[in-house]
């Protein structure tokens, strides 16, 4: 579920940025470390290392982590609440975070106020939300622009292809995979309805 933190700069960055988010928001809770880690089934050391930037958690792992904290996964990974009202989001102000599977998430828009987080996935080759199926708060649709990926809901494999869509509530147990050979691009929406 982790990975060590690659060289790059701004990966380094946006790891530092989601770690810090993580510390404040936890704290703001009045949670320690143990806390947390009980509320996700992560443990303490690897939270820990979250926190402090030196590892790389997967987009499940974040899931999980916002999720104990009364938080959408896009909120550690914006910094701040932008404004509601763009009507336009450029590609190069979208927020990219790079996971332990090794996964890229865009996030291109964090609405806050409608309950919906829209963001391009990729998943190069044998790579994946989580190495585990996960479940939380809300509800997804994913549609797949090229490649072909796997959506195990429930147990059950679902095959994708370009130009299909899945849907499912958050709650039922998931997990996104790329078996390969290339990289899968989706259009990921995702809802806080509970």
């Given at each position: 579920?982790?990975?060590?933190?690659?060289?790059?700069?701004?990966?380094e960055k946006t790891l530092a940025i989601i770690g810090q988010r993580i510390r404040e928001l936890r704290k703001g809770r009045g949670m320690t470390l143990q806390a947390l880690a009980e509320?996700?089934?992560?443990?303490?050391?690897?939270?820990?290392?979250?926190?402090?930037?030196?590892?790389?958690?997967?987009?499940?792992?974040?899931?999980?982590?916002?999720?104990?904290?009364?938080?959408?996964?896009?909120?550690?990974?914006?910094?701040?609440e932008g404004p509601q009202d763009n009507l336009v989001v450029r590609a190069a102000e979208a927020r990219v975070l790079e996971t332990g599977t090794g996964a890229v998430r865009r996030v291109m828009k964090e609405d806050t106020?409608?309950?919906?987080t829209v963001a391009?996935?990729?998943?190069?080759?044998?790579?994946?939300?989580?190495?585990?199926?996960?479940?939380?708060?809300?509800?997804?649709?994913g549609f797949l622009l090229e490649g072909s990926l796997i959506v195990?809901?429930?147990?059950?494999?679902?095959?994708?292809?370009?130009?299909?869509?899945?849907?499912?509530?958050s709650q039922?147990?998931?997990r996104i995979w790329n078996?390969?050979?290339?990289?899968?691009?989706?259009?990921?929406f995702n809802t806080s309805r509970k």
């Open positions: 579920m982790l990975q060590d933190v690659p060289a790059n700069a701004a990966t509320a996700t089934g992560l443990s303490s050391s690897m939270l820990s290392l979250v926190e402090r930037g030196l590892a790389s958690p997967s987009i499940g792992s974040l899931v999980v982590i916002s999720e104990a904290l009364g938080k959408s996964m896009s909120a550690l990974i914006v910094e701040g106020l409608n309950g919906v391009i996935n990729e998943y190069p080759a044998h790579t994946g939300s989580s190495e585990q199926p996960l479940s939380h708060y809300g509800y997804e649709y195990e809901v429930d147990g059950a494999n679902h095959v994708l292809k370009a130009g299909d869509l899945v849907s499912y509530s039922r147990p998931h078996p390969g050979p290339g990289t899968a691009r989706t259009l990921w």
